[in-house]
């Protein structure tokens, strides 16, 4: 039987070994702790460099079984200013003038677009500021692009329901230089990455107009938000998703709806659209084109199709899940 001095010198050396153990883990979880501020701290900094930086040079970009090569020119400050030039395959532009997008393709009519607050003509390049807790940070070393040295950043889901983003930052301004959409295995399905690139240089004004005429640039179909509570919603979502945007087609039947969920990063549109030529039983069919995944479902007089850069579960889930409201 244990005295009560054995008792207290047996409690005390748990006492110790339990404190020596919380300061192993705490050693153990301050360097990462350390890395994801600074990780987070690098794609902030990036965020504003993007916006800031005068900059022109050419890239690769590889989507979809091709790989296309760009030339950008973009001036930075308010309004900030930028051009996107086709180096490879059919002749053509995007312009943006502050929220202003003008799209322009060999031998078609110019296409006019509004721009949203944190667009880029830069592809791959992810909406940082509104990173959720779905995702993880870490930084992961450094390398060369375009001859400039970077920092590479890692933004990692936590789950299957989304993908993860590599990132190679420029060192003195964190200006981004390559970009990968990559798989939970981190595969890269997209990705960008400048051959070539003048930091600093502010291009000229005949570089960022477009090089043809837009007088006659004409808006595409007009989506409209809904004058009205929607009709459909989505039951079971995957975690972190949310609805941020319903809207209507102008034109279009009452009921058909274009839904947008976001965790802040991804994003997946849903297309809602009644008709009477259903088949009798569920139709299913499911694509994917590098990081694209688009599910489509035609049933009970409903044809609905979910697409978004995410895992085709995704799309898959959200389809599958789009119910009628005054249903449930």
């Excluded at 990036?46 to 973009?74: N, P």
């Excluded at 849903?270 to 139709?283: D, G």
Aim: glycine share 8%; aromatic share 6%.
């Amino acid at each position: 039987m244990q005295t009560p001095a054995g008792a207290r010198s047996t409690a005390h050396a748990s006492v110790v070994a339990s404190s020596v153990a919380l300061a192993a883990l705490a050693f153990l979880a301050g360097p990462a702790r350390a890395d994801d501020a600074a990780a987070h701290e690098l794609l902030s900094r990036m965020s504003t460099s993007l916006r800031s930086v005068d900059y022109e040079g050419s890239f690769i970009y590889q989507h979809d079984g091709r790989t296309d090569a760009l030339r950008i020119f973009h001036a930075g400050g308010y309004p900030e200013r930028e051009r996107l030039t086709s180096l490879t395959g059919a002749r053509g532009e995007i312009v943006r003038d502050g929220t202003a997008v003008v799209c322009v393709q060999s031998g078609g009519a110019p296409t006019l677009f509004a721009s949203r607050a944190e667009s880029q003509l830069l592809p791959l390049v992810p909406n940082v500021r509104e990173l959720g807790d779905e995702y993880a940070l870490t930084t992961a070393g450094e390398d060369r692009v375009a001859g400039y040295d970077a920092r590479i950043v890692d933004i990692s889901p936590r789950d299957p329901y989304r993908y993860g983003y590599r990132l190679w930052l420029q060192k003195d301004n964190q200006l981004l230089l390559r970009s990968a959409v990559v798989d939970a295995a981190r595969r890269p399905l997209e990705q960008f990455m400048f051959v070539a690139l003048d930091v600093g240089t502010r291009p000229s004004e005949t570089d960022l107009v477009p090089s043809g005429a837009t007088a006659g640039a004409a808006a595409p179909a007009d989506e409209m938000p809904l004058a009205t509570r929607s009709a459909w919603d989505i039951a079971n979502l995957p975690p972190g998703f949310r609805l941020v945007r319903a809207e209507q087609t102008a034109g279009a039947a009452p009921a058909a709806e274009h839904l947008v969920y976001s965790d802040g990063l991804a994003s997946v549109s849903v297309y809602i659209e009644p008709h009477p030529l259903s088949a009798p039983l569920a139709v299913e069919s499911g694509l994917m084109r590098g990081a694209l995944s688009i599910h489509s479902i035609d049933a009970a007089g409903v044809r609905v199709t979910a697409l978004g850069d995410v895992p085709p579960a995704t799309v898959q889930a959200m389809a599958r899940g789009v119910r009628a409201v005054a249903a449930r």
